[in-house]
């Protein structure tokens, strides 16, 4: 098993986690477990967590989208949930 100083800890956009040792890719035993794929739960969670985020601040949304910027309103959907858990840790 490699120690923590000799491995970088990768995490794809999938969630999925490896750690490439010595020119070699291994898999974490989470992304095993979970075969690569996100909790069910942390799905559920994230999609609760936009609703959540656009019913209270629909105003803000809104605006964004009348002011033509709807890609500044997606991302601020988007990465609702992420900004939560950040604040929370």
Known sequence: MPSHA??????SKSGARWYDWKGERFWSV???ISGGLPKRALIYWSAN???EF???HVDEVKS???DGERDA???LLKRSPWRKRDKRS
Not at 6 to 11: E, I, N, P
């Open 64 to 66: 964004l989208i009348a």
């Open 73 to 75: 309103a997606y991302d």
């Open 49 to 51: 967590q936009v609703a």
């Open 6 to 11: 000799d491995s970088v800890r990768t995490t």
């Open 54 to 56: 656009a019913c209270d």
């Open 30 to 32: 989470t992304t095993i």
